[in-house]
């Protein structure tokens, strides 16, 4: 069964360093989103991505998140300058959504990336 | 997007069947209700979808009555691994971001 993929499973870093967080959504799959969940928390949408563009985002995802989808495969996630509480879970999810979709809203969600901001 | 009201939290035993309702007073004509599952320290996996009436799959049971105001969902002879949070969660558009609530927590017994 495909399944989305992210790296890597748990990144370490220093407060005000930058971080690239990847996910590889499934192959045929046509929307893409980051979500994030704090420790303990709900989990939180940060970003949606079709057609090699942002189609939404949320209050969190400012000016020190960005998104791009560099070649057909990979989804990354960059935050510069990170602060402590971006310490999180990071999920990427994709969406099939094509013509033959009749599923509303069946998100395939990776296993996530654990952030560590010290 | 409409809002949801589930439980915070929910207990039951092994073999037993469980019942989740989740209650979505303002949803729209176009909504689908749709259920995801989380267990710790992995992300959220889909469940089950429906519009009316009743759905079934290998996983769960989706009731939902002519109003479409709550629905519930069944888990028939839960197992510990069935532990999890599960969210309620309504959507209009097939690729409508997800606004997950705080869920039901579901603590399964032996």
């Known amino acids: 069964e495909p399944e989305v993929t992210q790296t890597p499973s748990h990144q370490v870093t220093q407060m005000g360093q930058e971080v690239i967080l990847r996910c590889v959504p499934i192959?045929?799959?046509?929307?893409f989103y980051w979500y994030r969940q704090i420790l303990g928390q709900k989990v939180e949408f940060l970003v949606s991505?079709?057609?090699?563009?942002?189609?939404?985002k949320s209050e969190i995802f400012d000016d020190q998140f960005s998104v791009e989808r560099p070649d057909g495969s990979n989804f990354t996630l960059k935050i510069r300058s990170t602060k402590l509480e971006d310490s999180a879970m990071y999920f990427c999810?994709?969406?099939?959504?094509?013509?033959?979709?009749?599923?509303?809203?069946?998100?395939?969600f990776g296993p996530g990336t654990r952030l560590t901001v010290l | 997007l409409a809002k949801t009201t589930q439980p915070i939290s929910m207990d039951s035993y092994e073999g037993q069947e469980v019942n989740i309702t989740c209650s979505h007073n303002?949803?729209?004509?176009?909504?689908?209700i749709t259920w995801y599952q989380q267990f710790p320290s992995q992300g959220p996996r889909f469940i089950i979808q429906?519009?009316?009436t009743k759905v079934t799959n290998e996983v769960a049971s989706l009731f939902i009555p002519a109003d479409r105001k709550s629905s519930t969902l069944s888990l028939p002879r839960v197992s510990l691994s069935d532990t999890a949070v599960y969210y309620c969660?309504?959507?209009?558009?097939?690729?409508?971001?997800?606004?997950f609530g705080k869920g039901t927590r579901l603590h399964i017994l032996p």
């Open positions: 991505f079709y057609n090699n563009e942002i189609s939404e």
């Open positions: 429906g519009y009316k």
């Open positions: 192959s045929n799959h046509l929307y």
């Open positions: 999810a994709s969406l099939f959504s094509g013509p033959s979709g009749k599923t509303y809203n069946e998100q395939f």
């Open positions: 969660l309504v959507a209009r558009n097939r690729d409508d971001k997800i606004i």
């Open positions: 303002n949803i729209a004509t176009n909504d689908y």
